[in-house]
């Protein structure tokens, strides 16, 4: 066998070396994404685990507040006195910003010194540990006091005694750096953002009252973390929560792995495209070998060999793309664990760091593997056919024409998982259930791809003859290739369809997703500026402002109403929800609730919702039901009153402005920013500069997809490509003997670039068609079920118009250049072609 | 009608370079049936490809209808080679996924004329053939002597000034292939139509008014078919 593939089966390769980079490059950019979403994911993932066991240090057991800022500090001291206690830490933690320009994010520590040292190291920069404070006596005795990283301060040329001036919810201070921490312990977790101090000072820096966000524990020898947990259960107050520290991570590690899950589903639609190609480019080379396997058939290769043969081709080029795609997998997981990392760590409100990419051993085989099997597969259809083709038939010098018997089988079972398909898809709706999703969004993949060779022949077998009217002789023949290789240019077509789907399907999604959030901002935009920190504290939330901000703004004779809201994490059922303050929300003990907070927890109007509060549990009536998007997990919202009184929290997040009348809006935000700006790192927005902020959010989180989608429609391009330019070689002496029958060479390249252009529209039509369907589940069922999100299907007819025109301009493109090899083809050589 | 003037076609380069046909000259009259003979690599099927426009002389002219070929651009060499030129191949070269009456169809469909001329010339002409009762099938449907029968329609619809055929009979049996060549001078007879054939058989050249002989690119002999019937034939039988 390893003769034969010697022999024939490697000069064979070589000897077409366009068609062998492409299918290599198919499985290349296939395995690329495939390795480089997998590393940036475990990246990720190990950037989470780091964070959350990083800054839990020792402790076996934290007691959590329900909601920021939310436990009282002298709760420790009953903490200490139950029986398994060893240790227990005050922990207070928040963001506050460097106010030099860049706004760099700081994690703000706040602990008890004393009773650190238990639970976690901070080394000095001479490398003894729990030496990172000069003086400690010093250090307690300034509020100012901040140990930061060796990182931080070489960055900006500071050293012990110097100030740094932050901007944090309450305001600007200016800090004096009193400790040098090298990056070992959490240090090295939240790298040069970690800025340590004393509890006392860190909850006046973060304008908390005597109020800490976590207890941290250590548990006396014989004690299990279970036992403790029960005593802690009966001392603690109502709205408390006692949980091993890996538990913080598991609502983070749901929504990071549905995240990663939409990104994984892309690299395998590039996969997939990549399978059509192998597939195209392995049935056109058995094609135009039927001779020589019909030869080797009659020396007495065995037909076993000859599809061996032909898996061994898709094989090395399989190894070949997988080595190429290795390399460049790499690369890409660095440039994409950034972004992702940042991406999920604002969404999830903790600080994750991604130093080096990993080479991931289980991730390298997956991909490998992925490669290797999308080859053979691909390559086992064509292997196939060239092994049970008859002898005699395959020394024919053409094959016979007819209209292929798998057509007809194909149409049905395309037509079968069609219909299956919409099915699926009407349940998914009326249910909600994302097995029906899922089963439709297969069976949709299964539609296109068992349908496409069917329908192209049965476009091109009624296309013909109407191009041939309108378009002339070069119309006429508009279909032949098709028609002769329905089975090749079907796979094009079906790798195209699954691209184009895929872009369309995703620009629903975007579309979907930024016209719902914008109409969810049109209810609270009927103000003239919406006033809000320009700091971003744990990524989406703005950081909050201190309430004398308001006063400052009453103050200005333009200024007729501040509204201001405040904006909370909450914990709900052992989840993380939003709970948002509103001068104009609901009256008293009523609350409303996002649907996608109803939907998660089954509530609805009518229904009683209680909540955790400092001051014990409470209960809301949930008087509406509405659209939300501060939280995945869903947002309450009850009046600010009740959320200062009951939480404890006299911040604020938003403030919307509206102004007298004829007020110059110029001159009133210069004066904000003037007066108040600068200090609180103030943006003040209009309505449309708002509406471009929710706007560019979207498309960031969307950005991901573009560049996937990108390679996906490059690989399906360069299909379209290698159909045209083997539909061009396989008709060689054809196009002779139209040339000597007197058919001028713009009428052959017309035939052959009306070829790409049929392909392009077909995949276009079927692909923007699929692309609905498809978009349909995900956004009402898919992404609420995998993102937590909520949304109306918006169609952008206007991109689907523009995605369908792009690959029509883009396959003309690709077929203009076979099909200009088309028209220059010598005839006389042409038909000496056999 | 034709005239070949000092014509030599060179293929390759420098010392790989050899003349397939070398310093050719001949002349065929309106009407005149002028076979073509000659051993493999003669340079026959060089002549008709050059005749047809299909491939240009290295060195020489070549006249068609009063028409120097070398002053033609491509297009015009097209356009002439769909109006006034049949073409009869060997191994019939029809297109298998087009039925026999598109075929024959082609050329004025290439030439643009609408249909309801094209529709009875092609009726007409594959009457001629007796293929109207198999007008519908396709080429894999057809027996060779058939779908040669198309190929000559095909190169007939168009009332060609010339046609060329390169051994049209080189597939067929011997009984077909008399039928063809029987056709092919009859039609040539009544129509005035010139007919230039390359063949191997000796019995086919006969069939012409005029045999030339091709050896080794040059032109070797050159007989009218009285004198070729009487000098080659009963070498044959």
Known sequence: ????????????????????????????????????????????????????????????????????????????????????????????????????????????????????????????????????????????????SVAVTRAFTTARGLDLGDHVAVLAGSGRHQLTIRGVMAETGVARVLGSGLAVMDLFAAERLLGRDRRIDRIDLVLAPGHPPA?????????????????????????????????????????????????????????????????????????????????????????????????????????????????????????????????????DVPALALAAAAGLVAALLAALVPALGAARLPIVEAMRATAAVAAPRWAGRLLGAAIGCATVALGAVLAALRTKAPGFAYLADAAMFATIGLGSAPVMLLV???????????LGAGGRLLGES??????????????????????????????????????????????????????????????????????????????????????????????????????NGPAGKTAWVSDNFARRYRKRAGDLLRLDTPRGRRAFRIVRVDRNYNSDRGTVTVALGTLRRLWRDGLVTDINIDLVPGAD??????????????????????????????????????????????????????????????????????????????????????????????????????????????AFTQVRVLFPDLLGYVADVHVPAVRLAGIAAASLVLTAAAAALPARRAAHLVVTEALAVS | MIRVDHVTKMYGNGGKAFAALDDVSLTVQRGEFLSIMGPSGSGKTTLLHLLGGLDAPTRGEIWVDERPLSTMTDDEITVFRRRHVGYVFQSFNLLPTLSAEENVALQLLLDG???????????????????????????????GGEQQRVAIARALVNDPLVVLADEPTGNLDSRTGERMLEWLKSTAETTGQTVVMVTHDPHAASYGDRTVTLRDGRVADDVPEKRWRARVLPLVF
Not at chain 1, 83 to 95: F, L, M
Not at chain 1, 460 to 470: H, I, K, M, Q, Y
Request: aromatic share 4%.
């Open chain 1, 665 to 774: 809006r110029a001159a009133v935000r210069a004066a904000i920013l003037q007066r108040s700006g600068a200090e609180y790192r103030l943006e003040v927005l209009e309505p449309k500069a708002l509406e471009a902020q929710l706007t560019a959010g979207i498309e960031r989180t969307f950005a991901f997809t573009w560049g996937v989608q990108a390679i996906t429609l490059v690989v399906a391009f360069a299909g379209v490509f290698d159909t045209v330019l083997a539909g061009v070689l396989a008709r060689r002496r054809e196009i002779g003997v139209l040339r000597a029958l007197g058919c001028l060479r713009r009428q052959v390249a017309t035939a052959f670039a009306l070829e790409g252009l049929l392909i392009g529209g077909l995949a276009a039509a079927l692909g923007v068609a699929g692309g609905l369907a498809l």
């Open chain 1, 460 to 470: 091109a077998r009624a296309v013909s003859p109407l191009a041939g009217r309108f």
């Open chain 2, 113 to 143: 004329e609408p249909r309801r001329v094209v529709g009875p010339r092609v009726t007409r002409v594959l009457e001629l053939a007796g293929l109207a009762h198999r007008r519908h099938h396709r080429p894999d449907a057809l027996s």
């Open chain 1, 482 to 583: 098709s028609r002769r290789l329905p089975a090749r240019t079907g796979a094009t077509v079906a790798a195209l369809t699954l691209g184009i789907a895929f872009s369309a399907s995703t620009s629903i999604v975007a579309q979907s997703f930024e016209v719902s959030v914008i109409d969810w901002a049109q209810s609270f935009m009927g103000h003239d500026f919406f006033v809000r920190s320009a700091l971003r504290e744990r990524g989406f939330v703005n950081a909050p402002l201190p309430p004398r901000v308001m006063d400052e703004l009453r103050a200005l004779p333009e200024v007729r109403t501040v509204t201001p809201f405040r904006l909370i994490r909450q914990r709900y059922a052992g989840e993380t929800i939003a709970l948002t303050g509103a001068s």
């Open chain 1, 1 to 144: 066998m390893t003769t034969l593939l010697r022999l024939v089966g490697l000069r064979e390769l070589l000897a077409r070396p366009a068609r062998s980079t492409l299918a290599v490059i198919g499985i290349a950019l296939g395995v690329a994404l495939v390795l480089a979403i997998q590393l940036a994911n475990r990246a990720t993932f190990g950037a989470l685990r780091q964070t959350i066991d990083g800054t839990a240090g020792r402790a076996e057991l934290q007691v959590v507040a329900a909601s920021d800022g939310g436990l009282d500090e002298s709760l420790a001291s009953v903490i200490r006195g139950v029986a398994g206690v060893a240790t227990a830490v005050p922990v207070v933690e928040g963001t506050a910003f460097v106010d030099d320009g860049r706004g760099e994010s700081l994690t703000i520590f706040g602990v008890d010194l004393g009773d650190e040292q238990s639970l976690r190291t901070y080394e000095g920069t001479g490398g003894d540990a729990n030496e990172a404070i000069e003086d400690p006596l010093v250090f307690l005795a300034q509020p100012d």
């Open chain 1, 227 to 359: 036992e403790v947990a029960a005593a802690l259960g009966a001392v603690l107050p109502t709205g408390t929560a006692v949980e091993r520290p890996e538990q913080r991570g598991r609502q983070v590690e749901a929504m990071l792995t549905a995240f990663q899950m939409i990104l994984s589903s892309a690299s395998l639609i590039a996969l997939a495209v990549a399978v059509f190609i192998v597939y195209n480019s392995l049935a056109t080379v058995v094609l135009e070998r039927r001779r020589e396997i019909g030869l080797l058939r009659a020396l007495g290769v065995r037909r076993r060999q000859v599809l061996a043969l032909h898996l061994g081709e898709a094989l090395v080029e399989g190894m070949v793309g997988v080595a190429l795609g290795t390399g460049l997998g790499l690369g890409l997981a660095r440039l994409l664990a950034a972004p992702v990392a940042a991406s999920a760590s604002g969404a999830l409100g903790l600080p994750l760091l991604v130093g080096h990419v990993a080479v």
